[in-house]
């Protein structure tokens, strides 16, 4: 009996508290006594909506007006504040890529390496260039609401202008058609330098400018012009090289299409729609075989500086033909 009635009673305190837990949210939400919701009288309520209501008016002003400071800043053009020739920038040299460039898996690699004659393996190093090559087919069509225009050094591209640059230029085996001189023997790397905005090269205009350091082939050919047509070209000239001496002797002779530098006409780069880099196709004809051979090409102008430390001016890669 004494059993059952503490069951009893404990289930009876159970259900009290319960209750009295109920009863307190209740007065929470809604106290009648003292006209209060959720603990705050209607008055108190309107004063703390006041207050957020003008808090965060206030913060949406202050973004607005930072918002519009900010776009004053920005030109229009799409072109960024600190630019090469508009001063400020601490870039002011470009740098220079190559294609192609390795597998996915490699991509921190600048090792171009195939198996001669097995197309399987040249596949990749095919089609990255064709993909590469793309925009440059058929550029004599208006570009993006843009005209692409034939230029040289005496028709500069005017405002809103854009040099054309063809594929077709391109010679030799160094071609779509030709699988790019993997298939021949023959390798062809594609060499670009990167976009920077108003950068322009002062570029050499006699011979007595040349430094010294230059390779000795790219200077009797920058002479040549000299001495048979009275000038230089405008030009970004380039060469590469063997970066040892054994390198040197496995690489064999090299060939340039469809100029042995970038002509200074298409720059400066201003970001204007169409625009597409100067290529030069570099091809090797008679490369080592089963040799690791490393190889470094150098742009050449006259605000160009080169340095290997930090890959300026220059760029290096590996060809291995098995």
Not at 30 to 39: H, K, L
Not at 103 to 115: A, D, G, H
Not at 120 to 140: C, M, Q, R
Not at 187 to 198: D, Q, S
């Amino acid at each position: 009996m004494a059993d059952a009635g503490s069951g009893s009673g404990g289930g009876g305190a159970y259900m009290k508290r319960e209750a009295d837990r109920d009863n307190t949210f209740k007065t929470f939400v809604w106290n009648s006594q003292t006209n209060q919701f959720m603990g705050r009288t209607g008055a108190s309520w309107f004063k703390i909506g006041v207050f957020y209501i003008i808090f965060y008016m206030f913060l949406a002003g202050f973004f607005a007006v930072m918002m519009t400071v900010f776009y004053q800043t920005l030109d229009t053009n799409f072109l960024p504040k600190y630019t090469p020739g508009g001063g400020g920038s601490l870039l002011r040299n470009p740098a220079m890529g190559f294609r192609p460039l390795p597998r996915q898996e490699n991509v921190e690699s600048t090792l171009i390496w195939y198996k001669n004659g097995d197309n399987a393996d040249i596949k990749h190093w095919v089609e990255s260039l064709n993909k590469f090559i793309g925009p440059y087919e058929g550029t004599s069509e208006v570009t993006s609401g843009q005209h692409v225009t034939d230029c040289h050094e005496d028709k500069l591209p005017q405002e809103n202008e854009v040099c054309r640059f063809e594929d077709k230029w391109l010679k030799g085996k160094c071609q779509k058609a030709e699988s790019w001189g993997f298939n021949r023997e023959s390798p062809c790397i594609i060499l670009k330098l990167n976009k920077m905005i108003r950068w322009e090269p002062d570029v050499y205009t006699s011979h007595d400018e040349l430094p010294s350091n230059m390779p000795q082939s790219l200077q009797n050919i920058i002479k040549d012009y000299n001495s048979t047509e009275g000038k230089i070209p405008k030009m970004i000239w380039v060469s590469c090289e063997g970066e040892n001496p054994a390198d040197q002797e496995y690489i064999g002779p090299i060939t340039y299409y469809p100029w042995q530098g970038f002509p200074a006409y298409y720059f400066p780069y201003m970001n204007t729609p169409g625009y597409l880099s100067p290529i030069v196709a570099v091809q090797f004809e008679r490369p080592m075989s089963n040799v690791l051979i490393n190889i470094e090409c150098r742009a050449w102008a006259k605000n160009i500086v080169h340095d290997r430390q930090n890959r300026l001016g220059l760029v290096h890669f590996e060809l291995l033909k098995d």
